[in-house]
């Protein structure tokens, strides 16, 4: 797992919480209040490798990379063109998913997806934020994932970042990988003490 470039180290998180109260958000994450869908039948070991590329690796940070089948199929050439909500609405809609974007302002929206059958089992919700490039974007996922802590998770393309609700390591690749979000952009987690970028998949270094 690697690194984006285009974050900078933000250390001071480790001193901050050997400092703080344990229920701070910096050191936990700030809860979302929403429970994700099942996506129990994702088999982490089908879809991820070590970063050498072998079997059965440790879903720990560092410690895996998605492998190549899978995003077989699927382009994952870098996207060099300015891109906006609907570039992720032809994603989904290429994978049979009907979501359709709801909009906050002209540069936020928002993807919704069922978090169960029934309407009171609520949603995640996707923010999807369209920046003026792709170093604007870099920047805004990664302060964005410090500013809400450990769990959360988004993902980037071009000059659009996603943020996506606090879940587990395990949890966060079920759900991106179900969807093949992992091959549409970067995968990025955050632990306690930066935002990491997983190796594999969509990348754009």
């Given amino acids: 797992m690697k690194r984006d470039p285009s974050f900078s ?12 109260a344990l229920g701070n958000a910096s050191c936990v994450g700030i809860e979302s209040g929403i429970d994700y ?36 199929g699927i382009d994952t050439h870098m996207q060099m063109g300015p891109l906006d909500q609907e570039d992720l609405s032809r994603f989904f809609a290429a994978r049979g998913i009907q979501l359709k974007p709801k909009k906050a302002r002209n540069d936020l929206w928002w993807f919704e997806f069922p978090a169960g059958k029934n309407p009171e089992d609520g949603v995640v919700r996707l923010r999807v934020a369209i920046l003026k490039d792709r170093d604007a974007a870099a920047k805004d996922l990664h302060d964005s994932l410090l500013q809400h802590g450990p ?7 071009g000059n659009l970042a996603i943020l996506a609700p606090k879940a587990s ?6 759900f991106a990988i179900k969807y093949r ?8 987690y955050t632990g306690v003490d930066d935002a990491y970028v997983v190796a594999g998949g969509y990348s754009e270094f």
Avoid at 151 to 157: D, T
Avoid at 169 to 174: K, R, T
Avoid at 182 to 188: Q, S
């Fill in 9 to 20: 180290s933000a250390p001071f998180c480790l001193v901050a919480c050997a400092m703080l």
């Fill in 37 to 72: 869908p099942d996506v129990s039948d994702i088999d982490l070991d089908d879809y991820l490798q070590t970063p050498e590329g072998a079997a059965d690796p440790s879903v720990t940070l560092s410690e895996f990379r998605i492998a190549p089948r899978t995003c077989s």
């Fill in 151 to 157: 769990g959360w998770w988004g993902l980037r393309r």
């Fill in 169 to 174: 390591l395990d949890e966060a690749l079920q």
């Fill in 181 to 188: 979000l992992v091959c549409w952009g970067m995968f990025t």
